[in-house]
């Protein structure tokens, strides 16, 4: 079966492969090829059975390339065009909502009140979308709309905190209404190794975004769904309520044995998957130590509740069939309440085959268990093949059956079975002469102990003890080879190498075997009282926090989260060789296991340093990285030096907890293969340009930073001490600075040194750069306004590229400065639909007229460009990172009228 599941994914990922025009075949083509190896393989079943097997595998490949082609041509319905960034009114009923999360902001400086706001995440199985300001056509077309609901209140308006009104805002499955709101496609970033929102949200038929204010939204009567979603809705939401209820004051001396609502949101994680309510240091800590897996049900979360009703119900007497059926059921109703789909779907439905094929005595053989769920599951959906949590679950149970199994059986197997029935001689005869020389030599031993303690300590002592030991080989056995082999999808998706996950794991993952079934009997047994849950919720307490005490101990050391870029296609191909030589030879001689698991270290290790970055010697690279409303600009010098100027983020507070450093300025770098920055620059303390700049600190670890004169504000503040902390050398730069950095000439034009710091103007002392190769150079304004832009025009220059000041805003990129300059290129940073109406017209027109190349990234995401002594060379961009040469030699027609000077 593992090698049916295996043709059916290579023939799904040959479906993905043979896209575009020149691989179209008709859809019917693969089937009918299916249908004809299938008839041919049971004509050679008697003859050839080995022939036989392998043209079925290759029927059950073409099964899965005409699997896979079906799928592409079912896709969620769009948006429709005329709809787009349109105030609209939106009909429909909830089919998913998530907890309403509170936050209480600091004190407002101008009303010296605490406020309060909450934000609950929606999704609306729309039936009408009707515009509100611009005639358009009306929409019937049933769309999945996610919308993100605001409310606020004054926490002092009321004793309570208004806490009543907020939680009355809550939406639960099945209720209809009505909200407005802009609403928008999904939207991506177009930079390479970006995480692709929209196809994610796509896949999960989400079709739009919007966001309003619960004022917004008006309850309609009537409900939608089905009756089976709205119990599983009302079932979820109550053991959600009795999760967070646990939590209790904490007394004196009493604080491990109680919850408080940290701890409780802990637990709605680990329980239901409810992430929305953990803090963000916390989801980083358990990430940190590779520990995250215990934040989610997972598969081991499946596992460990499907065993301990299993126990329990064998130990109250209940026959093996009844003990089966009774732990499947209690799993298909655990996974049905949970809020994490495909993945908990996936570990349950391993977990009930491998129960089911238990009863038929297979056992011995979890590879086939493996291979029908993994068959089941890829017939469902195809697509979930190439989803990282689908290939990581696969890999960590085909680790533990196809690699730690085996290896088991050999160092640790052996010593546990020779354990059993130590007083019956007559044992000995079953085992190997090695093994029964070994018991006696126990016996032995114990003669000798019982001489000093009594019979029943020296069994303790010693046989139990030998038994912990044995459970502690296996535990390291298994934690260290599973780590090994998840080093490729960690390294490939998550840009983690988790040194210390072993050891912590080791700590917490025993624990949670016993918080998991202790903390959902506390959770049920609350139903029938609170007196009767305070024994098993104390036991909940004190193992969550000795869980926590471990995530954090480990999470502190700088060692526990070492970042890596992204793997060399080398060194994929030579990991996934070494995992297969792992699987082929665990079963073989030492030798040849030893060679396999040296060369999957080696592997590992490739992973981390095995990588090149994606640089262009001898010349100067200017890169604006596509960070929607923001500026981040990457400059490459002819001698390899890295710099980064700013890290976007956005402006006022970030209510989605987004880190523009983490998963876009962080990723992108790591598509290019940097996995260290030499300097990184800030031009002002604006949100948008300093806001992923403490993530960029921390993953990169450059040498210095770069800053300008700033007001105090809080968030230059925090940098300064941030990189005080990790020991980099902070520069201060003004006007009339010139230096050299990696082969290239910096010379800094603004702000100077006695520049007036007004919190309210803190555009118009951005630092200004100027960088010179040869010839040629480019000009990187940040945010300059008028007043700067004035004092540049005159000292400076035509320049070939130009990073357009403020996104395009009126206020800056002035005639004067323009006329001076005559940039053969422009670059804007700039979001798609953004509320400023960046770029603004007059600015396009502007550069127009001095007969500029003008390039955006909200049209073609990450843009980067080459410069040699003499000019610029080339230019790419987007997330496929699409090539132009300077003077083009030849210019596909759909990119023709791109500028004006490629006519």
Not at 27 to 56: D, E, T, V
Request: net charge positive; glycine share 8%; hydrophobic share 50%.
């Amino acid at each position: 079966m593992l090698w049916a599941a295996s043709s059916l994914a290579l023939g799904t990922v040959w479906a993905r492969l043979a896209t575009g025009p020149a691989c179209w075949t008709p859809p019917n083509w693969p089937m009918f090829a299916s249908i004809l190896l299938l008839i041919l393989s049971l004509g050679c079943l008697k003859l050839r059975p080995r022939a036989a097997s392998l043209i079925a595998l290759l029927a059950i490949a073409m099964l899965g390339r005409a699997q896979g082609g079906l799928g592409s041509m079912l896709k969620t319905a769009l948006l429709p065009q005329q709809l787009d960034n349109q105030q609209v009114e939106v009909t429909g009923f909830v089919t998913r909502a998530a907890s309403p999360v509170v936050e209480t902001n600091a004190l407002d400086p101008d009303s010296e009140r605490i406020t309060q706001e909450t934000y609950q995440q929606i999704d609306l199985r729309a039936d009408e979308i009707r515009c509100l300001d611009e005639p358009c056509a009306a929409s019937n077309s049933i769309l999945g709309v996610r919308i993100g609901l605001y409310a606020a209140a004054d926490a002092d308006s009321s004793p309570a905190g208004n806490s009543e009104d907020l939680s009355a805002r809550e939406f639960h499955y099945g209720q209809r209404f009505r909200v407005r709101g802009r609403i928008r496609a999904p939207q991506t970033y177009g930079d390479p190794g970006v995480f692709d929102r929209r196809a994610y949200l796509l896949d999960n038929g989400i079709a739009a975004t919007l966001s309003a204010k619960a004022t917004d939204v008006k309850l309609l009567p009537g409900r939608g769904g089905t009756r089976l979603g709205a119990l599983r809705a009302r079932a979820r939401h109550s053991l959600l309520q009795h999760v967070l209820a646990l939590r209790t004051p904490p007394g004196p001396g009493w604080r491990i044995f109680s919850i408080n609502q940290s701890d409780a949101a802990l637990l709605a994680a680990m329980i239901l998957g409810e992430r929305s309510l953990l803090d963000q240091n916390v989801k980083l800590d358990f990430q940190r130590t590779g520990s995250y897996h215990l934040l989610v049900v997972s598969g081991m979360a499946v596992a460990i509740l499907a065993f301990s009703v299993f126990w329990l119900a064998r130990m109250a007497r209940f026959p093996d069939t009844v003990a089966t059926v009774a732990s499947v059921l209690f799993v298909g109703l655990y996974v049905s309440v949970t809020d994490l789909g495909a993945p908990v779907q996936r570990a349950a439905l391993m977990c009930v085959v491998y129960m089911l094929a238990r009863l038929l005595y297979r056992e011995r053989n979890p590879l086939n268990a493996l291979g029908i769920a993994a068959l089941v599951a890829l017939v469902m959906d195809p697509k979930a093949l190439f989803d990282a949590g689908f290939q990581m679950t696969f890999l960590a149970v085909l680790t533990l059956a196809g690699i730690v199994a085996p290896i088991m059986e050999r160092i640790t197997a052996p010593y546990r079975k020779c354990l059993r029935h130590l007083d019956s001689t007559g044992y000995d005869l079953h085992l190997l002469p090695g093994q029964a020389q070994f018991r006696l030599e126990l016996r032995m031993i114990l003669g000798r102990m019982q001489l000093l303690v009594p019979r029943w300590m020296a069994r303790l002592f010693l046989l139990a003890g030998l038994r912990i030991a044995l459970r502690t080989v296996d535990l390291v056995l298994i934690s260290a080879l599973m780590q090994a082999v998840l080093a490729l999808p960690m390294a490939l998706y998550f840009h983690r190498a988790t040194t210390l996950a072993l050891p912590a794991n080791l700590a917490v993952v025993p624990i949670m075997s016993l918080l998991l079934p202790a903390a959902i009997a506390s959770t049920l047994l609350s139903y029938a009282g609170a007196w009767i849950v305070f024994i098993p919720r104390s036991v909940t307490a004190l193992l969550l926090h000795l869980i926590g005490a471990g995530v954090v101990t480990f999470g502190r050391f700088r060692a526990a989260d070492v970042r890596v870029p992204d793997p060399a296609t080398w060194a994929i191909a030579l990991s996934c060789a070494a995992i297969t030589a792992c699987f082929l030879t665990a079963k073989r001689k030492v030798p040849l296991m030893t060679s396999a698991f040296v060369l999957l270290i080696v592997a590992d290790v490739v992973l981390v340093r095995g990588r090149r970055p994606d640089v262009v010697a001898g010349k100067l690279e200017i890169a604006a990285i596509d960070v929607a409303q923001g500026d981040s600009i990457l400059v490459i010098t002819p001698r390899g030096k890295t710099l980064l100027i700013d890290a976007g983020g956005v402006l006022g507070a970030s209510r989605s907890g987004f880190d523009v450093g983490e998963e876009v300025v962080s990723n992108y770098l790591w598509a290019r293969g940097l996995s260290h920055l030499d300097a990184v620059a800030l031009t002002h303390a604006h949100g948008d340009h300093i806001g992923g700049l403490p993530t960029v600190l921390k993953n990169f670890h450059p040498a210095e930073l770069w800053v300008a004169p700033s007001p105090p504000v809080r968030a230059y503040i925090d940098l300064i001490a941030q990189a005080k902390e990790y020991r980099i050398a902070v520069l201060r730069r003004v006007a009339g600075d010139k230096f050299d950095f990696g082969g290239a000439h910096f010379e800094v034009l603004a702000p100077p040194s006695d520049a007036y710091l007004a919190p309210k103007r803190v555009n118009d002392e951005s630092m200004v750069l100027k960088i010179g190769f040869g010839a040629a150079s480019a000009l990187l304004e940040g945010d300059a306004e008028r007043r700067e832009e004035n004092l540049i025009a005159p000292q400076i220059a035509a320049v070939n590229v130009l990073k357009v000041a403020h996104h395009g805003s009126s206020t800056s990129s002035i005639p004067a400065l323009i006329d001076a300059i005559r940039p053969q290129f422009a670059l804007i940073s700039v979001a798609k639909f953004n509320r400023y109406g960046h770029p603004r017209a007059e600015v396009l027109a502007r550069l127009g007229d001095a007969g500029t190349c003008t390039f955006r990234t909200d049209y073609e995401g990450a843009i980067s460009f080459y410069l040699d002594e003499g000019g610029v060379t080339s230019a790419r961009w987007g997330s496929r990172r699409t090539a132009m040469e300077f003077p083009p030699r030849w210019i596909p027609p759909q990119q023709a009228g791109h500028c004006g000077m490629f006519r």
